[in-house]
């Protein structure tokens, strides 16, 4: 595909209204291979088939053929929720199409869109479980009817269809608007005084207006942005915290309550935020991103340390074992982290995402894009058997990656966000483009003033960490690079004809203003070697152990890899950490000690002096490319000798 430097609409999950930078969409950056190239290939032949077939497998397709026909509630299938996987499914096909313009993926689109506008009803309610004769009443469990969250996806669905295919005469968005133009007549200032028991349509209100033009979408979403906290929602056993109807979101310290539920919501309330004008709640939200980031994040991004309500725990309370750290935790991690991006450029908003994406997103497909993860532990106790691929699994099974849940949020998730992973490459600012991610990649842009900025990015990231970027076109701009936080001792040099300039890089974004010729290269180079980190030490589960990590990657010992120290248990291994990790034959290795086995009646004791432990040099494993080699054993953190 032929790239183009564009000065329209950015094709663009979040375009806000205002913001230090702005982003780079489809059509201005392209992915063209490297780690996440292959990713966006497999999601794009593999995974986005694999959930379309599961979405009419399980009949939760079908239930919008049978709303059609009448014939509902009879034959319908599926959760509450289950509307709302096809919305994400519709927002990653729109994605990829926008990325690849497969005609197969076209008709396939158009094919759904047709399905989902035959059960609309005339006043523009879509819902497949709620409204008819049988079923409850509309609008009637706010709680957990998840009506207004499965109206949240189809206006991101349409949204993202709109910037990819301006005008496309599917339907889409006007379905979309019918559905927004009942919710602000039944939820608005004269309706329901109350909110959804699951955050997400004041995300699909916000971007629908930004898209439409619309003020009283972006005047409905801050609407419930600002219901939460007013105890609307009826008590629940594990308090209105679950879903963040327990105080202000402008009045909270720390992101709290059911993880998917408190992202979606910051996120949304950094829209409103910013459309809006309403400094005081953006920097209440800058806050709460600093201490959950400080307090409530395990080391691979990940967040939400209970399994019973898939929500974050207090500070500190970061048990690897119990991590729930679910996949759709981290995509909404993601969407608060880079809308705060966007509007003041901090680089530390893009670390994080980047240890997301290689951590928690990546690690829940499998290599072939067909089976996930729903949680995401850090320490597997128990290998786990395999799952049946004609079988729908349980939510929370993390012990190896399954084909489809009861509750099947992630791989829609996890397939619009891979799809749309373009635009989350680089951003432009006033006077030039910030690379925020790396990858091989197409840049072709113009400034707020006209000037077209056109380069390539050549790398293998996270491979190896030089990122080189060659400029195509003659213009004067400022080439932006983020160094990040683990990068001491990155390098930068810019070759020209003039010779060759290099200087240390510091974390943060490292920056070149010149005016650039064609075939000018500017390189970065980030020191990838591994490299011990050490918990806080107010993480009462982890003290004493410590993480290795390469680059972005977080490393774990898998019991697959413990043959030669002949041991399968992970529980009983130690880190020797006086000697470093090192590379060899293309993976990182580390001395660990084997604990003898102890088969004690009871488990507590004196202290005594252990005998020296048999040392023995094993390999470690890539976290997100854990249990693809059959069931095992794994932990990221290791106890030190």
Known sequence: MTMTSTTTIPAAPALPARGEIRPLGQGEVRITGGFWGRRQQVNGSATLSHIEGRLESEGWLPNFDLAAAGKLPEGRRGREFSDSEIYKYLEGLAWEIGRTDDPALEERFRAVVARVAAAQEADGYLNTMFGREGQDPRWANLEWGHELYCLGHLFQAAVARERTRPGADDGLLEIARRAADLVCSVFGPD???????????????????????EERYLAQAALFVERHGEGSLAEHEWGRSYYQDDMAVRDAEALRGHAVRANYLAAAAVDVAVDSGDDELLAALRRQWDRTVARRTYITGGQGSHHQDEAFGDDWELPPDRAYSETCASIGSIMFTWRLLLSDGDPRYADLIERSLYNVVETSPSADGTAFYYANTLHERVPGAPADPEATSLRASSSLRAPWFEVSCCPPNVARTFASLDAYVATATSDGVRLLQYAPAEVRTRLDDGTPVEFDVETSYPDNGL?????????????????????????????????????????????????????????????????????????????????????????????VDLADAGVDDVSRIVLDASVPPVERDGRVWVRIGVLPEDESAWPYGQATDAASPALFDVPLVAYHEWAERGPSTMRIFLPVM
């Open 467 to 559: 990122v080189r970027v060659v400029v195509r076109t003659d213009a004067e701009f400022t080439l932006g690079l983020r160094v990040p936080s683990w990068a001491q001792g990155a390098t930068l040099r810019v070759q020209s004809a003039d010779g060759v300039e290099e200087r240390d890089a510091v974390p943060g974004i490292a920056e070149v203003r010149r005016a650039f010729s064609a075939g000018d290269v500017v390189e970065l180079d980030l020191p990838v070697a591994p490299r011990i980190s050490v918990p806080d030490s107010r993480i009462d589960a982890v003290r004493g152990c410590v993480a290795v990590e390469r680059g972005p990657v977080v490393l774990a010992v898998e019991s």
């Open 191 to 213: 309706g329901i005084r109350s909110i959804c028991g699951h955050a997400e349509v004041e995300l699909g209100l916000a971007e629908l207006a930004r898209l439409t033009g």
